[in-house]
């Protein structure tokens, strides 16, 4: 990671993964991740490594 301590923002990632064109719900990230925490973490309900910022996005612990 470039940036480690940075936290991007919702929009920031929706715009990186599906481009600025993108039409739909910004729920579709959070499935996303979902579905990302239940492949890499030990409990996908009390993440470890994919955090969740609250009002801000989510952030990679290593």
């Known amino acids: 990671m470039t ?3 940075r936290v991007p923002g919702r ?3 929706l715009d990186r993964v ?3 064109d993108f039409i739909g719900d910004v729920r579709t990230l959070d ?3 979902r579905w990302l925490r239940e492949k ?3 409990d996908p309900g009390r993440p470890e ?3 969740t910022v609250h ?4 952030r990679f612990k290593d």
Do not use: K, Q, T
Request: no cysteine; glycine share 14%; net charge neutral.
């Open 31 to 33: 499935v996303h991740v």
């Open 11 to 13: 929009n920031f990632l």
């Open 3 to 5: 940036h480690p301590s």
């Open 55 to 58: 009002g801000v996005g989510y």
């Open 40 to 42: 890499i973490e030990r």
């Open 49 to 51: 490594y994919l955090i």
């Open 18 to 20: 599906w481009g600025h």
